[in-house]
């Protein structure tokens, strides 16, 4: 079994930074690509941001020049560099990551909630 589990979000005003982390534990063997995707009220899930396991990375759009993605091989860990933050980047923001446990799993943590306020 794999657990991913982020922490960083909370409440920002307009133009602040967070930094979102998520953490993978549990039997694995290796991570392929790893992401962060959000949800805002009443809309469909949307990638924002994914990272292979080189370092290769895409971003949603939306989020370029303000959004970095990075991560930690050793710590099994995914990070999420939030600048410039806008209202409309309120949601919730859940990782994912595609493992080799020994089988292939697609898994996604729990999620955390961004607020920015205006």
């Known amino acids: 079994q794999v657990t991913l589990v982020e922490s960083g979000g909370g409440l920002v005003q307009t133009g602040g930074s967070l930094r979102l982390s998520c953490a993978a534990s549990?039997?694995?063997?290796?991570?392929?690509?790893m992401g962060w995707y959000r949800q805002a009220p009443g809309k469909q899930r949307e990638l924002v941001a994914r990272?292979?396991?080189?370092?290769?990375?895409n971003y949603a759009d939306s989020v370029k020049g303000r959004f970095t993605v990075s991560r930690d091989n050793a710590k099994n860990t995914v990070y999420l560099q939030m600048n410039s933050l806008k209202p409309e980047d309120t949601a919730v923001y859940y990782c994912?990551?595609?493992?080799?446990?020994?089988?292939?799993?697609?898994?996604w943590g729990q999620g955390t909630l961004v607020t920015v306020s205006s």
């Open positions: 549990g039997s694995i063997v290796s991570i392929f690509d």
């Open positions: 990272i292979s396991s080189r370092g290769t990375t």
């Open positions: 994912n990551a595609n493992v080799w446990a020994p089988t292939y799993l697609g898994v």
